[in-house]
């Protein structure tokens, strides 16, 4: 599946209470959410409230201030469900396999070890 070039995102569409969503936290720039197919026992996306950006590079870019908070909450997120370590996983382009265009952060966590990148 493929989003791209949608708009409002799915993501502005959550935001703005269009579509339904688990929302677990919020700040004034900031949601985040539980993932609708989730993949490890912990899987929230956190997204920036605009849609400005369609990918991290473009935050970090453009707003890395914004970027920061998007971790922060991540941060937190974890601190609360999984000890405070985590995952962090932005998909950048359609080959990596992102499939919404509106910049969105992966935390995942528990159960990681089996495929663990820093396995090697
Ligand atoms: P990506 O493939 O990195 O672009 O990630 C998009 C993520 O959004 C996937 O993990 C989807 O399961 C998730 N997703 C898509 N639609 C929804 C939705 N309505 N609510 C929650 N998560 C969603």
């Known amino acids: 599946m493929s989003t791209s070039g949608d708009s409002p995102s799915i993501f502005s569409r959550i935001v703005a209470r269009e579509i339904p969503a688990t929302i677990i936290a919020e700040t004034e720039t900031v949601i985040a959410f ?5 993949k490890a026992p912990v899987h929230v996306l956190v997204v920036p409230k ?12 453009g707003d890395p201030a914004l970027l920061a908070e998007v971790v922060a909450l991540a941060s937190r997120i974890a601190d609360e469900r999984a000890g405070g370590e985590f995952r962090l996983v932005f998909n950048t382009g359609e080959a990596a396999g992102q499939t919404v265009f509106h910049v969105h952060a992966h935390v995942l966590a528990g159960g990681l070890g089996e495929d663990s990148l820093a396995d090697g």
């Open 34 to 38: 539980e993932d609708i197919a989730p």
């Open 50 to 61: 605009t849609e400005k950006y369609r990918n991290v590079v473009e935050l970090a870019a």
